[in-house]
């Protein structure tokens, strides 16, 4: 789905933004959007399950915009968690492109059967498409999302200007947390076991934005994040390229330790660090989502462009 948005006034026009898109990016436009049709018909719950316009993947283009901001959503949520940012960014001249990582959108028994590597490649996918309809590509993404984008960066550094990171999952703060790769592993012996009664696959997730996120998350989903910051982590110093680091003060979710040590560990000479006193996980979302979107729009004033290859 392809959206042309005017600012102040949204209008959708796909048949005009279609013609500004080059075949290939309306073919993979088409790709991801039927991977979701699939997937939420195959797996989505009555009654559990959020409808469907939230989890689809959406891209904002305008013919006049050359730059591009890959923007990547959280762990239990779905593109629509970043459509505020989207639209913040795209009425600052910018091309906005939301990847649905896979198993989400559709229902928690499907994320539960996703690993690391489908997010990453889900991720791929997106620059793939984003990089067709412009000349340069910032990634940025928020909590699991801002771990794929430095994932992104660490591994393809030359692919973009700059990369935005709000609330990476460094340390999670949880009880529950601590304690899912154990679980984790009794889980599965009791599978292969065939015992059923004392598995413990789900936990709850007190959702910030309930309307959008699952209400419960896969134990083993939290064992994917754990694994995907670990690996960035040893990497971090190797970040070059400008990078902004957010984080709420008060963040009952992910400690706020986390975006300190990640702005203190990446290798860049041109990076921001910025808090916002909150007592939520979310900030991209509500009233104090102004706040996050007007340090965005200082550090990108700062970025020079750099060519997406």
């Known amino acids: 789905m392809v959206i042309l948005n005017k600012p102040n006034n949204a209008v959708t026009d796909e048949l005009a933004s279609d013609k500004a898109l080059s075949k290939q990016c309306q073919q993979l436009l088409a790709q991801e959007e039927s991977l979701f049709d699939q997937d939420y018909e195959y797996h989505a719950i009555v009654g559990e399950s959020k409808d469907k316009t939230i989890g689809k993947p959406f891209l904002l283009h305008h013919p006049k915009h050359k730059k591009g901001v890959l923007l990547i959503h959280g762990l239990m949520a779905a593109p629509f ?4 940012w989207a639209d913040a960014l795209f009425a600052q001249g910018y091309n906005v492109y939301a990847p649905r990582l896979s198993g989400h959108g559709t229902s928690v ?3 539960a059967t996703r690993n690391k590597l489908e997010w990453i490649k889900a991720a791929e996918r997106g620059y793939n498409i984003l990089v067709e309809c412009s000349d340069e590509v910032i990634v940025a993404g928020f909590s699991t999302g801002a771990a794929l984008a430095l994932d992104m960066v660490i ?3 030359n692919k973009f200007s700059a990369a935005i990171c709000i609330s990476a ?3 999670l703060k949880k009880f529950t947390a601590h304690f899912a790769s154990p679980v984790h592993y009794w889980n599965k012996i009791l599978a292969i076991l065939k015992i059923n009664m004392a598995r413990k696959e789900f936990v709850t997730n007190h959702a910030d934005n309930p309307h959008i996120n699952y209400l419960r998350c896969p134990v083993v989903s939290i064992v994917q994040i754990k694994r ?3 690996g960035v982590r040893q990497d971090l110093a190797k970040i070059k390229l400008p990078m902004l680091v957010m984080h709420a003060t008060h963040d009952p979710k992910v400690d706020v330790q986390s975006s300190k040590e990640i702005y203190k560990s990446i290798g860049s000479s041109s990076k921001t660090y910025y808090e916002v006193d909150f007592d939520q996980h ?5 009233d104090i989502a102004q706040i996050t979107f007007r340090q965005v729009e200082e550090f990108l004033q700062t970025v020079t462009p750099v060519k997406a290859i």
């Open 228 to 230: 995907l910051m670990k």
């Open 282 to 286: 979310g900030i991209i979302n509500g």
């Open 81 to 84: 968690e970043v459509k505020l």
């Open 169 to 171: 999952p460094l340390k």
């Open 109 to 111: 028994i499907d994320l």
């Open 155 to 157: 591994k393809n550094p």
